[in-house]
């Protein structure tokens, strides 16, 4: 609860939810996210179903006033993200106040009453709220936390009648609904005393737990019924929502690394086959004898033709500017090494396997551009050119040239 | 852009089936839908953080009938944007089109 789930997390989630390997989750998450992102960087809206929707919305330029100096500062247009929620997730995420519905306050009812009924259960209520916590916690039932939240679903609309454990006591299992309507009369008598809580917590807790039992089978979702009691409690005691007392705590779930082997082979169906350029690159050094050879020949020829001027030259021409652009792709093709990505082998391996550190990564960006659109997501298989060191001036001893190369990669991530 | 289409795009991009995308967006959206449900907040790198956040109960007045009501709490869940990809967007081309 209140906790950050970080993406390795994410991915075992998943993956225990699919029963599929941790990689395939890993790169169905990159390439989903990473094609939201591109089609929203493209002014496109995106809809996820069962997730919810996307949009782009540009915001005009504007003034702002710096609330620290007080100068007037113009924002310039930009375009900001909004996230609508499919209706299932946000039903799904407000299950725990779902039961709750709008009240029409009476007339009667006025802004002190509501003032005085802050005030009255914002001071007592922290002492409650530890003595309910110790009272309730060897006992973990869903259903007496629901009980809690029902109990207190009342206290900021109004106070607690004084029957109401009577009223509460005949009937098998009162609906929550009717408690709200009972709840915004004003001949109620204001507050209820606050002592009787947790006496009357035991005795509601058996009716309501049937409610609670029932809404559950009504809502046929997924949820965990652990859920409902435990993002109910904040709210039970009018403390934030990130209240310090944890009951439920579901219990860690541990990461598992599946640093075996097998996972990271990838499946069959996903493996990336080297692409026909690549196999040809892997090829080359077996020809380039061949091509120089005849290079070589052609040159010779044309010198020949050249000597010999006269009728043939246009022809000579011609073969020269092909054997020029043979000869300008054989000397790129001599020098340039190439290394494929994989979902190991990202642009700071290849940086730190061919230049000794890490930070020349962006270096290999730079170089594959038009290939890499993020350099935090290249699609494994992408086969990148390695820079010869010298081109760019990389050299892992060289102080300098690392914080260069480090400078860089911050105004890229940025 | 609609799921099918996403769907579509992100199997051609993995070289697996629709279906299995498809399974795959599902058990993502359970995973948000359970997570969520119990405040926690789910981070994507690069992307963007899901973050559900409770909304206290108010007192508000219907502008037509002139009536206070009492909104109920509850917890709605939020998106905010990763920096990165903030800082993307602020240079592309934008919502011209939605």
Same mark, same amino acid.
């Given at each position: ?11 075992? +989630?998943?993956?225990? %939810? ?8 890993? *790169? ?20 996820? =179903? ?9 915001? !005009? ?28 997730? %946000? ?23 509501? $003032? ?15 003595? $309910? ?18 109990? #207190?679903?009342?206290?900021?609309? $109004? /106070? +607690? ?6 009223? *509460? ?7 929550? #609904? #009717? ?24 005795? @509601? ?5 049937? @409610? ?20 109910? !409690? ?25 640093? #075996? ?6 499946? /069959? ?13 892997? !090829? ?32 000579? $021409? ?21 290394? @494929?990505? @994989? ?47 010298? =081109? ?19 105004? *890229?991530?940025? | ?98």
């Amino acid at each position: 609860m209140n906790g950050k789930i970080t993406f390795v997390e994410l991915v075992d +989630l998943m993956s225990k %939810a699919t029963s599929s390997a941790p990689l395939v989750c890993d *790169l169905f998450l990159r390439e989903l996210f990473g094609t939201v992102s591109q089609a929203l960087i493209n002014g496109e809206s995106v809809k996820i =179903k069962g997730v919810g929707t996307f949009k782009i919305v540009p915001v !005009k330029s504007h003034k702002a006033m710096n609330v620290a100096t007080g100068k007037s500062t113009e924002i310039g247009a930009y375009n900001k993200v909004t996230f609508t929620p499919d209706k299932s997730l %946000a039903d799904a995420v407000n299950q725990p106040f779902a039961q709750f519905e709008t009240v029409i306050l009476d007339d009667a009812v006025t802004d002190d009453d509501l $003032a005085k009924i802050d005030k009255e259960s914002a001071a007592p209520e922290p002492v409650m709220a530890h003595e $309910a916590d110790r009272t309730e916690e060897p006992a973990i039932q869903p259903g007496a936390a629901m009980a809690d939240a029902a109990d #207190d679903a009342d206290i900021p609309a $109004a /106070p +607690l009648p004084d029957d109401l454990p009577e009223m *509460l006591e005949p009937a098998p299992a009162p609906s929550l #609904d #009717d408690l709200i309507e009972e709840v915004p009369m004003p001949e109620m008598e204001p507050a209820a005393p606050r002592e009787t809580h947790p006496v009357k917590k035991s005795e @509601t807790a058996a009716p309501t737990k049937e @409610t609670a039992a029932e809404e559950k089978h009504d809502e046929k979702r997924p949820q965990p019924a652990m859920a409902t009691p435990v993002a109910s !409690k904040p709210m039970l005691v009018g403390r934030p929502i990130d209240g310090p007392k944890v009951k439920h705590a579901p219990e860690p779930e541990p990461i598992e690394e599946h640093v #075996d082997d097998h996972f990271y082979r990838p499946e /069959p169906r996903n493996a990336y086959k080297p692409t026909a350029e690549q196999l040809a690159r892997q !090829k080359a050094p077996d020809r380039r004898w061949l091509w120089a050879v005849l290079a070589a020949l052609a040159v010779g020829l044309i010198v020949w033709l050249f000597a010999r001027g006269g009728g043939s030259s246009e022809a000579g $021409a011609n073969e020269e500017t092909v054997v020029q652009a043979d000869t300008v792709v054989e000397a790129v093709d001599q020098d340039v090494t190439t290394d @494929t990505i @994989t979902s190991k082998v990202v642009l700071t391996t290849l940086a730190e396997k061919y230049y000794g550190s890490q930070w020349f990564w962006v270096y290999i960006y730079e170089e594959n551009k038009d290939i890499i659109t993020d350099p935090n997501n290249v699609r494994p298989g992408t086969a990148v050119v390695i820079p010869p060191a010298e =081109k760019y001036g990389i050299d892992v001893n060289d102080r300098a040239s690392l914080k260069k190369a480090q400078r860089r990669s911050w105004e *890229l991530l940025r | 852009m609609d799921n099918k289409k996403l769907v579509e795009t992100v199997a051609a991009n993995m070289g697996r089936s629709t279906e299995d995308v498809d399974k795959l967006l599902e058990a993502l959206a359970g995973v948000l839908r359970t997570r969520c449900g119990e405040l926690d907040c789910v981070y994507v790198p690069g992307f963007g953080t899901f973050e559900p956040k409770k909304r206290n109960e108010r007192v508000m007045i219907n502008p037509s009938t002139g009536k206070r009501m009492l909104v109920p709490p509850k917890i709605a869940l939020g998106f905010k944007v990763s920096r990165i990809l903030k800082s993307k967007l602020k240079s592309s081309k934008g919502g011209a089109d939605s």
